[in-house]
């Protein structure tokens, strides 16, 4: 090896350790409505708040509730981000939900016009954020066309995904990067098994409209995605992040595992002896059942052995379980407001009689 291969070796060497730094903020800021933003704490924590503590760094909300484009704009969230944060800042922003829901009928009957609307006032805000020297990570849309207040209409899908080919093309513009939650939902509604949290598959069928609560609901109502499935999407969001800030992968932020989203539904895998409790009492069920077949006790991740991996589950609830307990299975869904939704698909259902029987009732906030 001559003396130059070995410089070039060292060189390349130093710059994988430089790399080695990998992904770091000072602060993150969220924009965008209640997908984002959960004033009543009952699907917390959302994703930006799981990238900020995965981050280490604290999280400024300027999303807002209700929020459309036109809101986002009007109420400056964007200037207000950029007048306290710069260079060395992520901004995570949300945004679209509320144009789909305020111009239902118009999607019903395929005009698609708003989309325009809702292109400009992103761009205005991407604009600002990364004039002001922020990095800036933005979700797209779900097919909305498979969420419990829209469902089954199918225009949703197909202007969601109008709206989502338009918002690549502008984070391509700003320097951005789009987080894929139409791709997620999809893998989601395609095969839930592939999410089983520790043995309990996802359900994608409406949550109860007047409480009850639905323990692996993908949705705590009819707009909003659960705290577990937040947990998902952040880890869309964590995915999307190290690719774009740490390519090489050498210290990536870390996704949450399957037994933090479990945690996050409530799953308690390692309370071998079910009083809600993880501790060392668990850890002896699980000793004495270990090898076990089809045995409930020991078996923390659902699949119906006693082996190594559920010590790991029982060793990972130990430590996460006591944080995990202000945040599990406050899935209390939102008081229904019947009006705006029923009238709408009323309105829609009699102008196409024979195609909308199946529709399912619609209730609740038309907000996100
Ligand atoms: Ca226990
Ligand atoms: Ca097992
Ligand atoms: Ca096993």
Redesign the pocket.
Same mark, same amino acid.
């Given at each position: 090896m001559t003396l130059r291969c070995i410089v070039l070796g060292m060189l390349l060497l130093a710059a994988i350790c430089e790399r080695a730094e990998g992904v770091t903020f000072n602060n993150v800021v969220s924009l965008g409505d209640s997908l984002l933003d959960d004033p009543d704490d009952v699907r917390s924590p959302v994703a930006a708040e799981h990238i900020a503590d995965r981050l280490g760094v604290q999280l400024t909300k300027f999303a807002h509730s209700g929020s459309t484009s036109d809101d986002l704009i009007g109420d400056g969230q964007h200037w207000q981000a950029a007048a306290q944060f710069g260079e060395g800042d992520l901004a995570m922003l949300w945004i679209g939900g509320n144009d789909f829901f305020t111009h239902t009928l118009e999607v019903a009957f395929g005009l698609f016009g708003f989309i325009d609307d809702l292109e400009t006032n992103v761009d205005t805000a991407l604009m600002t954020l990364r004039g002001a020297g922020m990095d800036v990570v933005v979700f797209n849309l779900p097919d909305l066309s498979n969420i419990p207040l829209t469902d089954s209409i199918s225009n949703f899908r197909k202007a969601t995904q109008r709206w989502n080919d338009r918002l690549d093309v502008l984070a391509a513009a700003h320097g951005t990067t789009v987080v894929d939650v139409f791709d997620l939902f999809d893998r989601l509604a395609d095969n839930p098994s592939n999410f089983s949290l520790l043995g309990n598959t996802p359900i994608l069928d409406d949550p109860p409209l007047f409480g009850g609560g639905c323990q692996f609901c993908v949705f705590a109502d009819t707009v909003h995605p659960s705290s577990f499935a937040q947990g998902f999407i952040a880890n869309a969001a964590i995915e999307a992040i190290n690719e774009t800030y740490d390519p090489v992968g050498s210290m990536p932020l870390d996704p949450l595992s399957i037994v933090e989203i479990a945690l996050l539904a409530g799953v308690y895998g390692g =309370?071998? =002896?079910?009083?809600?409790?993880? =501790?060392a009492? =668990?850890l002896a069920v699980w000793e004495s059942n270990f090898g076990g077949e089809g045995a409930d006790d020991g078996d923390g991740d659902g699949d119906g052995d006693v082996d190594g991996a559920d010590f790991l589950v029982w060793q990972q609830q130990l430590t996460s379980s006591s944080a995990a307990t202000t945040t599990q299975a406050k899935t209390v869904p939102e008081p229904a407001v019947l009006a705006l939704a029923f009238l709408l698909l009323a309105v829609y259902i009699a102008a196409r009689p024979s195609r909308f029987l199946a529709i399912r009732t619609v209730a609740a906030s038309p907000r996100v």
């Open positions: =309370d071998f =002896d079910g009083n809600v409790i993880v =501790d009492a =668990d």
